[in-house]
């Protein structure tokens, strides 16, 4: 091997007429990288007239002319809705290009000087054609150009581009979109794309196979009769994720029916949910305890019983389990009682001799075996590895400029061509970043009214068509106070209909009871919360007695500043409960949430005056990892890498739970390929960057997408190219 290298070095050196010797003793200011890499001589000559007049006629006023050409061409295509016309019409313009251009053309290694130049004779300067290869590889880069097809995405479109029409973008993200889109793309070039990775891909494949219920017609009772194999049928992905699904809908159904206040900590990692709905679908394989779990009265009490276990651990413990390994290491077996008399009408299906048994199922397997995870073969083989959490949710996170953003713009896109209900905080942190007025309710949480009527403005924006015909379900509306905490959920002091409710609870972080700031209050802050108390106690339901449909909230919570918080709250609790449609919440910067605001106050001198992110409120809405208690949908969030340096934040420093992170790698050489040819063309670039040098830009920014944006607009700087701002 080592001997191949020099043979390819020595035919390197050979043609450049050098010797090795020559190159190590060649002076130069810059180090050289590699021997493929020739130093360059920094020889300054002045450019003569005749110099500067061929440069200007046969490089600068060709683009310009074709730059208006192709900006008239642009307006005139955008008026054709469908992307076939488009195509015709491009494809056209490039055949009468060729055709215009017969005339010669200078050598490629033409250099203009006195000697070689006949002054009288008129230069005939023509930019030369696109070759056929030259189109077929633009036309290679494009998936389409209306922002549709992602649902219809494989494996041959990672690395190509969706181009977004800017109507079709700004209804998706209307005030600003995730990561650095605005500043390093639309800005500089005004076009909206997106490419296909293969992290993209792979998410978007998992959302895809889930359902909303009136689209599963699983015939539980038609199993229980036919015995049925059940290894065969959890084999079948379509037939896994279904069953899945209506389990999980069981399980929420079981918190919903029991007291919220003992619930508060048992399922709020989705670890411990997902892992009781994982177990009892491979204790369908099972006997007798199959058919007890596809009958759902029964599947209930299992449920009940997995529930009572939790809770015993959290108050015998008094710790909070953050996976069900940690469950399992505290009790390895769960014993149930199963009794024929429940399955009813089914009892002769019961599979069982006697008419009650002790039923043991031993948990300390399901985690040996994938973390209690386990998925169908196909599933497994077209996911992101380690990932396992398309019921839920993820956290996206990697260095600064891997794509984590692009990924969140991506997963958006696709999620309202598939007509789901997108939630979407593209800049988390401008709730922290101490900007914008802030108000203090009488619970001890942070209003921003200004902030909550351009979320809210977004919401109604990008979900108008849901809005219009979702209705309200009225047993759940007007739960949520001003500041959007729910009736049953516990907060520093609780709002509700007959006033305030105190809730005592001692922080041990900041080793502070949390009412403390009361000891602080003067005799006239008293008199204002006095004063303030009755309309602090308002809520949207006093005023929008009876809402029909969604978009009657957000239009008076848009009217009214001071309820938008409310409104966004009572939003957001409809979606989480509703099986109309699938719902995605899109969090971008989401770390930002897990360090102190830059708001300040008195009432933290014990954690350096700054205000928590959770005690403000619209952060406090969003902030849990909780993608499990929507009904049908998903939370996917993104880490920032913004605001630091040299340092990367990881799902351990948040606490995220195994299998529901997913970390952004570099970009292969073919997709950086392809990005930095898309920004020659679509960018009116035509800076020509050879592939040895697209090569070294790669290994230079190691594939990352924050490196690529460097490496290419140095690389046209060098070039001397003008960049179109």
């Known amino acids: 091997m080592r001997l191949a290298f020099n043979k390819g070095k020595d035919r390197i050196i050979n043609s450049m007429g050098m010797t090795e010797q020559i190159l190590r003793l060649m002076p130069g200011k810059n180090k050289r990288h590699t021997i493929k890499r020739p130093i360059l001589k920094e020889v300054e000559t002045p450019k ?7 440069e200007a006629t046969k490089e600068i006023l060709p683009k310009i002319e074709e730059s208006i050409e192709r900006t008239l061409l642009a307006k005139y295509i955008d008026t054709f809705g469908n992307s076939a016309d488009k195509k015709e019409i491009y494809e056209a313009y490039m055949v009468r290009k060729d055709d215009l251009e017969k005339l010669e053309e200078k050598a490629e290694d033409f250099i203009a000087s006195p000697s070689n130049l006949d002054p009288f004779e008129p230069i005939k300067v023509i930019r030369k054609p696109l070759t056929y290869d030259e189109y077929e590889d633009r036309e290679n880069m494009f998936y389409s150009y209306d922002g549709e097809g992602l649902s219809y995405h494989t494996f041959d479109t990672i690395g190509k581009y969706t181009i977004f029409p800017e109507s079709h973008w700004k209804r998706m993200f209307p005030r600003e979109s995730p990561g650095q889109f605005d500043h390093n793309d639309f800005n500089r070039r005004n076009i909206y794309a997106l490419m296909c990775t293969e992290e993209n891909l792979k998410l978007t494949y998992d959302l895809a196979r889930k359902t ?21 049928i959890l084999k079948d992905e ?11 809908l069981d399980l929420l159904d079981v918190m919903k029916e029991r007291d919220p206040e003992d619930l508060s900590k048992v399922y709020d990692s989705p670890s411990i949910f997902d892992g009781v709905v994982g177990i009892l679908l491979r204790e369908l394989r099972k006997k007798p305890i199959r058919n007890f779990i596809l009958y759902q009265p029964t599947r209930k009490k299992i449920m009940n019983d997995f529930t009572d276990m939790l809770e015993e651990l959290f108050e015998s413990k008094d710790i909070f389990l953050k996976e069900l390994k940690d ?5 390895r077996i769960l014993e149930i009682t199963l009794t024929k008399a429940d399955l009813g009408d089914l009892t002769e299906y019961s599979e069982m001799i006697h008419d009650e048994k002790k039923y043991k199922i031993y948990l300390q397997g399901h985690q040996k075996y994938c973390f209690h995870f386990w998925r169908p073969e196909d599933m497994r083989e077209y996911s992101l590895q ?13 260095r600064s400029g891997s794509g984590k953003s692009g990924t969140l713009a991506y997963a958006t896109a696709w999620a309202h061509e598939n007509n789901w209900v997108v939630i979407s905080i593209p800049r988390a942190r401008k709730f922290t970043d101490n900007r914008v007025k802030i108000e203090r309710h009488i619970n001890g949480l942070y209003v921003q009214e200004q902030l909550a009527k351009e979320l809210l ?3 109604r924006i990008s979900n108008l068509a849901h809005f219009e015909k979702m209705p309200v379900n009225l047993n759940i509306y007007g739960k949520m106070d001003k500041t959007g905490v729910h009736d049953n959920e516990l907060a520093t002091c609780h709002t509700d209909e007959n006033g305030i409710k105190y809730f005592r609870e001692y922080d041990s972080k900041r080793r502070v009871w949390n009412d403390a700031w009361k000891e602080h209050l003067t005799e006239f802050e008293l008199k204002q919360i006095t004063k303030d108390t009755p309309k602090m106690l308002e809520r949207i339901s006093h005023f929008v007695k009876e809402p029909k449909t969604l978009l009657e909230i957000a239009d008076y919570g848009i009217e009214h500043p001071e309820q938008a918080t409310c409104a966004i709250a009572e939003i957001v609790h409809q979606l989480y409960n509703t099986d109309e449609a699938n719902v995605m919440v899109m969090i971008d910067g989401y770390t930002e949430w897990f360090r102190p605001s830059e708001y300040t106050s008195f009432r933290y001198a014990n954690s350096g005056y700054f205000i928590p992110p959770h005690d403000i409120a619209i952060p406090r809405l969003f902030m849990k990892f909780d993608g499990h208690k929507i009904r049908n949908g998903v939370k996917i969030c993104a880490a920032t890498q913004e605001s ?22 570099p970009l292969h050489l073919n997709e950086f390929r392809n990005a930095v040819r898309f920004f020659q063309i679509d960018g009116k670039i035509f800076t020509d960057i050879k592939e040895w040098r697209i090569e070294q ?6 594939g990352y997408w924050k490196g690529l944006y460097e490496s290419y607009f140095k690389t046209i700087s060098h070039f001397d190219y003008e960049k179109r701002e």
């Not at 469950?327 to 009790?331: D, P, T, W």
């Not at 990932?387 to 990697?398: D, S």
């Not at 830009?697 to 190691?702: C, L, P, V």
């Open 238 to 248: 379509v037939m896994f994720v279904q069953l899945y699904q209506d389990f999980c």
């Open 697 to 702: 830009m790669h290994m230079e920014s190691q």
């Open 644 to 665: 630091y340096f040299n340092h990367k934040v990881t799902p351990e420093m948040i606490e995220s739970p195994k299998c529901y992170n997913v970390e952004m790698g």
């Open 48 to 54: 003569s007239a005749t110099d500067t007049f061929y």
């Open 386 to 398: 380690g990932f396992k959490g398309f019921n839920t949710g993820c956290f996206v996170w990697g």
């Open 327 to 331: 469950v399992i290491e505290l009790r």
């Open 457 to 459: 403005e977004d919401l």
């Open 212 to 232: 909303l219920p009136k689209d599963r017609k699983i015939n539980y009772e038609d199993l229980i009769k036919r015995s049925s194999d059940m290894k065969e």
